[in-house]
């Protein structure tokens, strides 16, 4: 099972989130366990202080060594070193994607580090396993980076979606690497906007020809950098 720590100076926002999405489901059919810690608990005074200011001045504040420290040692006291992996929050870390999603889906702990502030003492990185952003900007802490991350590990363990391993093999991102093709529900005309003929056929090798063809279409549009060879094996069935 998935142990995920998730260590912050605001456990009340993640706890909203945690405890009523995807994630809290899966810990409810057993698929992982969820910790959140709050840092303040491991400072040092009684202002339960964890941050200071920055050496060579510069503005804002900076957390400090010791809370995280003891924190980070607290969670893996008792979980070995192989599956576990310590994620920094960081805009300046690896950039997360539906890859280091699936990679994450197959360790046995995880311990997301929420900064805050003007981030963390640089010391603090020799704790993590890695350092990883959501995306190339700056957002005021790193909470909701670490609910997004452990939303997009969690819906991938064995068990959590209905559907199995197909319910997320062929999403945007999946097997092949692309966005999803466009897809309807009932009715099968919606203010004047009809369904795609093909999709009422009921032939299934023309509906996934179909599919394929929009998802490199679609993929090429907004994504082309996603978009390389599998598009080009598909080319004859997109007229
Ligand atoms: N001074 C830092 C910099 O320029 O890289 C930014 C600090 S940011 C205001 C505070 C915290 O929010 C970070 O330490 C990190 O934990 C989190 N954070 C902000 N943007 C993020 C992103 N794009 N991805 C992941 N975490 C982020």
Excluded at 125 to 145: F, K, N, Q
Excluded at 173 to 178: A, I, K, Q, T
């Amino acid at each position: 099972m998935l142990t995920i720590d998730v260590i912050s100076v605001q456990p009340q926002m993640l706890r909203g989130f945690l405890e009523e999405s995807i994630v809290a489901r899966a810990v409810k059919k057993g698929a992982c366990e969820i910790r959140i810690r709050n840092l303040r608990d491991y400072a040092h005074d009684r202002w339960r202080k964890v941050d200071d200011k920055p050496y060579g001045g510069g503005p804002g504040m900076l957390m400090m060594c010791a809370p995280w420290f003891e924190a980070v040692e607290d969670c893996t006291k008792d979980s070995p070193s192989e599956g576990r992996r310590i994620i920094m929050t960081s805009p300046a870390g690896r950039r997360f994607d539906q890859r280091m999603a699936e990679e994450l889906s197959h360790e046995r702990h995880i311990v997301f580090m929420c900064g805050h502030y003007e981030g963390f003492d640089a010391r603090i990185r020799t704790l993590a396993t890695d350092e990883v952003s959501i995306g190339d900007y700056v957002m005021t802490g790193g909470e909701i980076a670490a609910a997004a991350m452990a939303d997009a590990v969690v819906r991938l363990l064995p068990g959590v979606l209905g559907g199995g391993a197909a319910a997320t093999a062929n999403e945007s991102f999946g097997r092949g690497g692309m966005l999803e093709a466009p897809q309807y529900t009932h009715p099968p005309v919606f203010r004047g906007m009809a369904v795609p003929e093909i999709l009422l056929s009921g032939d299934h090798a023309r509906i996934e020809a179909w599919r394929k063809a929009e998802s490199c279409r679609l993929t090429e549009s907004v994504r082309p950098d996603l978009a390389a060879r599998p598009c080009a094996a598909n080319e004859t069935t997109r007229s």
